[in-house]
Each structure stands twice: as structure tokens, then as C-alpha cells.
């Protein structure tokens, strides 16, 4: 098997991003969102967060692995009546520069193609 490679430099997703993120559950309705991810992000480690619905709803990222160019997360349920779901996603980082977002919870699915600010 492989040995764990532990801490690695988060160069290609570190900083931070934004971008308008739809919903499987409403096409329409768009949410502009922004997420930061730190340079000194390692596995287990909560690595930034983003938020939308206008910032009612804030999510903590724990990053679960990253394998080429994809950097995968858990985030936890919230108590807040807003953001009552967890889940899980991806960010995968694409030749152009772009980050595209995949973000899953039980109740919908929420996509978004970032850019670095």
C-alpha cells in the first residue's frame, strides 16, 4: 500500500474564490458565493468554508483527501434553521485556472464554477 504522504501544500486550491453556485432543487434561483482555503490545508484539518443563500448559510470544510486536482470534503450539519443539511463535495481544479464546486446534501445538489479573486 501507499504511506500516507501527510501534509502537503494546498498550492493550486489555496486562496480565495468566488463564484455563483445553482441548486438541483431550484435552477433558477442563484447564490453568489465565496470560499477560502488556506495554503497550509492537511487532511483532517478544517480547510476554510464558504457560504451562500446571500450568507445565511456558512459551511466548514473538512478536507477528507485531495488525489489529482480533486480536493474532497465532508461538511458537518449546522443547528441553524437555514442550514440544517451536511454532505459532502468536491473542488476540482481545471486546466483554465477555474475551480469547479460539487456540493451534495441530502436535500439537493449545488454546483458552481469558481475563479481566484
Known sequence: GRQAEGYKP???FAGT???TMSSSVDPDRKYDIEIFVPITCKE??????FG???VECGVSMTLKSVN???F?????ADTVVECPYGGSGTLTLRPDGSLVMEHV???QTLSAVLTRK
Open 105 to 107: 446534501s441530502p436535500n
Open 72 to 76: 474532497e470534503y465532508d461538511f458537518p
Open 52 to 54: 451562500n443563500y446571500s
Open 44 to 49: 483532517g484539518n478544517t480547510c476554510g468554508g
Open 17 to 19: 474564490w468566488s463564484g
Open 68 to 70: 489529482s486536482g480533486i
Open 10 to 12: 494546498m498550492y493550486g
